[in-house]
């Protein structure tokens, strides 16, 4: 459920790959969608090559339905191989959570872990 660490992974934050919904915006259009997310950032396949250090706005839904806005900035762009019109794989930090968007999204990873 959750990705394996390795000795390459300096993220302090496991992350879940989950079935989160992405509210559509211009750098992910309607097609983006979360890959996996952790308490410190997010995972995101896109259709636009995003420059390293954008900071943006999100809105994601967990499978709770507990919409979560949070401001993020981009860490790293790889293009993918795909051909799918998905073609980017963008990592984001967390830059911006409000506390009660941050409870809500550690209590929903909080259970995952322990399930």
Same mark, same amino acid.
């Given at each position: #459920?959750?990705?394996?660490?390795? @000795?390459?992974?300096?993220?302090?934050?496991?992350?879940?790959? $989950?079935?989160?919904?992405?509210?559509? =915006? @211009? +750098? +992910?259009?309607?097609?983006?969608?979360?890959?996996? %997310?952790?308490?410190?950032?997010?995972?995101? +396949?896109? =259709?636009?090559? %995003? =420059? $390293?250090?954008?900071?943006?706005? %999100?809105?994601? &839904? !967990?499978?709770?339905?507990?919409? %979560? #806005? &949070?401001?993020?900035?981009?860490?790293?762009?790889?293009?993918? /191989?795909? @051909?799918?019109? !998905?073609?980017?794989?963008?990592?984001?930090?967390?830059?911006?959570? /409000?506390?009660?968007?941050? !409870?809500?999204? !550690?209590?929903?990873? &909080?259970?995952?872990?322990?399930?």
């Amino acid at each position: #459920m959750h990705d394996s660490k390795n @000795e390459k992974d300096r993220r302090p934050y496991p992350r879940f790959e $989950v079935p989160v919904r992405l509210r559509p =915006t @211009e +750098f +992910f259009g309607k097609e983006g969608r979360v890959q996996n %997310i952790s308490v410190g950032g997010v995972r995101i +396949f896109g =259709t636009k090559n %995003i =420059t $390293v250090g954008t900071t943006l706005k %999100i809105e994601f &839904a !967990l499978p709770s339905d507990d919409w %979560i #806005m &949070a401001g993020v900035q981009v860490v790293w762009v790889k293009e993918r /191989s795909s @051909e799918s019109i !998905l073609k980017y794989d963008i990592g984001c930090r967390f830059t911006e959570v /409000s506390p009660d968007s941050q !409870l809500i999204l !550690l209590e929903y990873l &909080a259970k995952i872990l322990h399930v």
